[in-house]
């Protein structure tokens, strides 16, 4: 008994490993776009693999793994900034150091630094979803899973959200 226990555990810790290498990068990304601070999207996301894997057990396959993640992530986000009332990041040199292979290109960097503060003017949900889509390549109807929407909200969500982002940014670039 003892080596069938040993052998359940060593391969839910493959499990693990083989979630957390796929997955990793893009929940770091997630929250770093969603933040704009390294350190927070580092914790953000050791606090989502602990509860992923936490709750691995209870995953029920109805939507897809990559939906049941995110939606984790959503949650852990979400309750970052409730806890943190930090909807609003603005560490500009925070931002200059973490953006990788931008240090050369100033006209980049600025760009970059733009696209950072119109995404803040935007509401939490639709930045979300423009991350979602956009950043993580998540389809409209894992986007729905994840966000508890229909995906016609979702696409409508994302228009709107994609029209506002344009208007600010176009505003913040002329003034």
């Known amino acids: ?13 493959d499990v693990r490993e083989q ?3 796929n997955y990793k990068k893009q929940i770091f990304n997630y929250f770093y776009k969603a933040t704009l601070n390294y350190h927070t999207a580092e914790d953000l996301t050791e606090d989502t693999f602990f509860k992923i894997f ?7 396959e109805e939507s897809s793994l990559k939906t049941w993640i995110f939606k984790i992530a959503r949650n852990t986000l979400c309750t970052h900034f409730a806890k943190n009332n930090d909807n609003i990041i603005h560490d500009n040199e925070e931002i200059m150091k973490s953006i990788p ?7 980049a960097l600025e760009k970059q ?13 639709e930045r979300t979803i423009i991350i979602l889509r956009e950043v993580n390549g998540l389809s409209y109807l894992e986007i729905s899973k994840v966000m508890n929407f229909t995906e016609g909200k979702v696409k ?20």
């Open 101 to 107: 292979n931008l240090n050369n290109d100033f006209d």
């Open 1 to 13: 008994m003892n080596t069938l226990m040993k052998g359940r555990n060593k391969c839910l810790s």
């Open 113 to 125: 630094l733009l696209i950072n503060e119109v995404m803040y003017k935007l509401k939490e949900e």
């Open 156 to 175: 409508i969500g994302l228009h709107r959200a994609k029209k506002k982002f344009k208007a600010l940014y176009l505003k913040d670039l002329e003034g």
């Open 54 to 60: 936490k709750s691995i057990d209870t995953f029920r």
């Open 19 to 21: 979630i957390y290498l």
